[in-house]
Every structure is written in structure tokens, then in C-alpha cells.
């Protein structure tokens, strides 16, 4: 049961090995982001990270942060958003 339940809350494209590629990286891409790290001339660093909820949250591997001052954050559309908290 507990296999089954984490089945069915992945995506279908991770239920599916048969979809094409450009198939699951159309449905993933939306939920991707670009983090970047602003520094005294400019982007200092760049990573990625991933949305996790509708309410703005924002994974990404602590590396990509370090102990940036000023982020923000470009979602797969282009809108950038400042990085509050």
C-alpha cells in the first residue's frame, strides 16, 4: 500500500517511462527556476533550485546560496522575483 501510495502521487510523466523526452522536461520545466547571487559588480553566482508549494517556496542546495546578501530569483516564464526570507 505504501509503494502504491507513492506512486500515485508522482507526476504522470514519472509513472510513464514511455513519454518522450521533450514530453516530461514541457511538464517539468514550469517548476524550474534560476537563483542568482548578486555581488558588488553585479551576478556574482548562479544556480538552480525548484518550486516546492504554490506559496513561493523555492528549493535549491545550500552551495547555490552561501552567504549571499542579495538573490533573487527567475522563474522558467522570465518573471524575476526578490528573494524575501
Known amino acids: 500500500l505504501l509503494c502504491l501510495a507513492a506512486l500515485l502521487a508522482l507526476p504522470v510523466w514519472a509513472a510513464d517511462p514511455l513519454l518522450p523526452v521533450e514530453t516530461v522536461a514541457a511538464q517539468a520545466r514550469p517548476a524550474l527556476v534560476k537563483v542568482m547571487q548578486a ?8 544556480g ?17 546560496i552561501g552567504e549571499a546578501r542579495g538573490l533573487e530569483v527567475e ?7 526578490e528573494v524575501v526570507e
Not at 555581488?39 to 548562479?46: A, E, I, T, V
Not at 506559496?55 to 547555490?64: K, M, R
Open 75 to 81: 522563474m522558467a516564464n522570465g518573471e524575476k522575483l
Open 48 to 64: 538552480a533550485g525548484f518550486v516546492v508549494s504554490a506559496d513561493g517556496l523555492i528549493a535549491t542546495n545550500l552551495h547555490v
Open 39 to 46: 555581488g558588488r559588480d553585479g551576478l556574482d553566482g548562479l
